[in-house]
């Protein structure tokens, strides 16, 4: 048997929207919006060229230089993905209260 120490091992059915837009800076965006029971209505967004990934909810939205910092990206490139995401993300809803 395994030696690991599981803090949690847990399967759940996920959508996932695959999604691709280049903004006025022209920058290319290729997503793909995970939306789970596991982060309290936040979705986890994955940047498909870069790997790099976030759980995002609306006040991660409104906190200035997050897109920034997690996605290695431009204030002006931020600004576009901040507008698309606003559109989607949603609020967030507590699933386990």
């Known amino acids: 048997m395994s030696e690991f120490d599981f803090l949690y091992d847990h399967r759940e059915e996920t959508t ?4 691709c837009f280049i903004g006025e ?3 290319r965006f290729d997503l793909a919006l995970m939306t789970t029971t596991r982060f309290y209505g936040k979705k986890m967004v994955i940047d498909l060229q870069t790997g790099r990934s976030a759980v995002i ?5 409104a906190e200035e230089g997050y897109l920034e910092y ?3 990206i431009g204030e002006e490139e931020a ?5 698309f995401l606003s559109e989607v993300i949603g609020s967030i809803h507590f699933t386990d209260i």
């Open 16 to 19: 996932t929207r695959f999604v």
């Open 70 to 72: 997690a996605y290695k």
């Open 25 to 27: 800076s022209m920058h």
């Open 79 to 83: 600004e576009e993905l901040r507008s």
């Open 57 to 61: 909810g609306p006040d991660d939205l």
